[in-house]
């Protein structure tokens, strides 16, 4: 099923459309300010990964070879890209610990 992206000239944002059919047609437009002057972008190339084949990608010790665990920012972007390769959001809680980590306050779970 292809997906087709387009550049909004006027708000610079994309839009991307699913075809369920090569046969179906578009009429492309802008999803966030609803302009019809859009330009259709050359896309990046999924390729889906068994879960299998993802958790063998994690385990690669080449992923690893930047990480220095006395450094959370290092730490943080593990996790990130970690958790990018398995499809999960970490949210907003994962967000608040590694500011309160990285700007040295104690988090919550510190002053219990």
Do not use: H, W
Request: glycine fraction near 6%; aromatic fraction near 6%.
């Amino acid at each position: 099923m292809p997906i087709y992206e387009y550049r909004c000239e006027i708000c610079g944002k994309l839009s991307s459309f699913l075809l369920l059919r090569a046969s179906e047609t578009i009429e492309p437009g802008c999803k966030y300010c609803g302009s019809t002057v859009v330009r259709r972008i050359i896309s990046r190339v999924t390729v889906l990964k068994s879960e299998e084949k993802r958790l063998e990608t994690l385990l690669d010790p080449a992923k690893f070879s930047d990480l220095d665990e006395n450094d959370p920012r290092s730490v943080e972007q593990l996790v990130r890209r970690m958790g990018r390769e398995l499809g999960d959001e970490l949210g907003e809680d994962f967000q608040e610990s590694m500011e309160g980590a990285l700007s040295d306050k104690p988090s919550s779970l510190e002053d219990v």
